[in-house]
């Protein structure tokens, strides 16, 4: 059988045992998985039709996070093989932390604070998007600097969302690229500008797909000012990232630790 | 010991591992966990630095993802306790699937097709966003509809994110909450709105933070507001999602699931 059907089962979002399930996963790339989410699995009727679904399935496997052993017993009622991402990986870690673990916890999801600080950041990257309100890059955790569509609006949304990072974001626009330094309004806030490159040829293919056949998708365009661009970053001893090859996540992760 | 610093290793981003270690960590309430990233550790060098540094912090945990054993065969010479997510996984799954992981797999980290529609939903979701460009709504997967602050940008932002979905927003202004039924422009899409509610006092205390001691704030004007929204609703037929407690991930999950 080189298809099987995976449930991804979970009391609150699913975020994590999807993630963990697309990880685990990709080590078997003979197989073709389609993966079903099932969250907010968080009572014993709506776990009975989660178990019905899947004993309807034939070689299911079932990744889940479900902190309530009873609900987890019930699932693995159904038949299926079942992965749940708490009961295999709570046990060692209570050895080494010589207490046992306490299911309800795990229901406790904080949420104000950390709530309050995401959308702040979210707000604060939309205010800041794109070169607006230049007045204001001094409140900023990180600015992302670089051509258009480099990627500088997603990755600072990313940050936001993911991290509750400020992310503010300026475009190189042809006006910048031609001078001999970065504009002036960034020279304040150099430790906290993180430069973003790409190969012409990935930005080429990126603005064709929005304005085909345009002066400004052409490939020679985009070498010159990716090439001006960096020659920019070099003057001021900015070490861009590279961004070619990278999702959103990646470059989100690393623009969050690089100096 | 009621505190204990806890690694998150990875030869990625480390997003998956860092959220298994705060769900299982969630189960311990009575320790005072603090989480250190170490994202992109893919190397026998990163992995000699990384194992130093937990080798020089008392009674440290490491949760990792490291697809390659020997790395992670290093990191536990550390003499940490060490976690890791595929070696945790991935025998029950072999077993299920009868056959060996190949470790190299979980390197690839596919993304052109999904990068590019993820950063495609990203541009929709800000092009139209609080009701801007209703004449693209035909194009929406999903058209997020409340009051003022509910909370649509964030999470409109969070499913294209995180989920690649088309996700506009458009906003219920006073005059269009004193009309007896939704705007025109939405009655052709009843089927992909969404409707988002919260309590008047949450709301007051998000608009506060933006405008406070404006009428805009005020608990009589939400009162006000969220009464007239919701029967907006009612009166076709759409069922509000309640956002008072939920955080963004949780409002993008059940929003993504709800007909």
Do not use: W
Not at 25 to 47: G, N
Not at 112 to 134: H, I, K, S, T, W
């Amino acid at each position: 059988m080189n298809e099987r059907v995976v449930y991804c089962v979970s009391d609150h979002t699913g975020v994590t045992v999807e993630a963990v399930a697309k990880s685990v996963l990709s080590q078997f790339p003979s197989i073709e998985f389609s993966l079903i989410a099932l969250p907010f699995v968080d009572s014993a009727p709506k776990v009975a039709e989660a178990a019905a679904q899947i004993a309807a399935t034939p070689g299911a496997l079932v990744f889940s996070t479900l902190t309530d052993p009873a609900l987890r017993a019930r699932l693995r009622d159904s038949g299926a093989s079942l992965f749940d991402v708490f009961e295999l990986i709570a046990p060692p870690v209570e050895t080494a932390l010589g207490q046992a673990a306490t299911p309800a916890g795990g229901r406790i999801h904080g949420m104000a604070n950390d709530y309050e600080a995401r959308m702040d950041a979210v707000n604060f990257a939309l205010n800041l998007d794109d070169g607006l309100n230049p007045g204001r890059l001094g409140q900023a955790d990180l600015i992302l600097v670089g051509v258009s569509r480099v990627g500088k609006t997603p990755s600072a949304l990313y940050l936001a969302l993911q991290y509750g990072l400020r992310a503010a974001n300026y475009p190189l626009t042809p006006d910048d690229l031609a001078q001999a330094q970065l504009p002036a309004v960034l020279l304040d806030h150099l430790p906290r500008l993180r430069a973003l490159t790409l190969s012409p040829e990935r930005l080429a293919a990126i603005r064709q797909a929005r304005y085909p056949d345009s002066r400004y998708a052409s490939l020679a365009q985009c070498r010159e000012e990716i090439a001006a661009a960096e020659r920019l970053f070099a003057r001021h001893g900015l070490v861009a990232l590279d961004t070619t090859r990278m999702s959103v996540e990646e470059i989100a992760a690393r623009l969050r630790t690089r100096p």
